[in-house]
């Protein structure tokens, strides 16, 4: 018995010192394919304003549909934030408002890739229409 209670003590302070960790940095878990250049540009931006990022090579399509995105919404490669997923080259702005208000969504996706979006390249041409998703037909969130 006091073994057990041992252990549980143990495992409470790790559960807790995890969750203490976390709280520092949000983690964002990024899956993208391996010839994709502007997710690294991605990754670096999300390092950039906070986050411990980790970035995994995968075959992205079936990963977005899993998580809900439909191909005309998928954005160039999938991460895993706080319980959410976010797609694509969105900027931080709509993933603090998304991890502020906490909606009952899967996530949110910035399809494409746009120009002079976090990232990416280029001028930006006009505002980055951010998409909720995983509740019916993906609704817009946010315009930036
Ligand atoms: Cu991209």
Known sequence: ???????????????????LRA?????ALIYKTPQCGCCDEYAGYLRQNG??????????APMSRKAGI???FEGCHLAH???????GHVPVAAIRKLLQERPAIGGITLP???????GMGGAKQEPFKI???GRGKPKLFLAE
């Open 1 to 19: 018995m006091n073994w057990l209670i041992r252990l549980l003590t143990v495992w409470t302070a790790l559960t807790m010192s995890t969750e």
């Open 23 to 27: 709280g520092e940095a949000t983690e």
């Open 51 to 60: 986050f411990k990022v980790t970035v995994r090579e995968t075959q992205l």
């Open 70 to 72: 439909p191909e005309k």
């Open 81 to 87: 934030i706080d319980g959410y997923v976010v797609s």
């Open 112 to 118: 494409g890739m746009p120009l002079g979006s976090p």
């Open 131 to 133: 998409y909720e998703i």
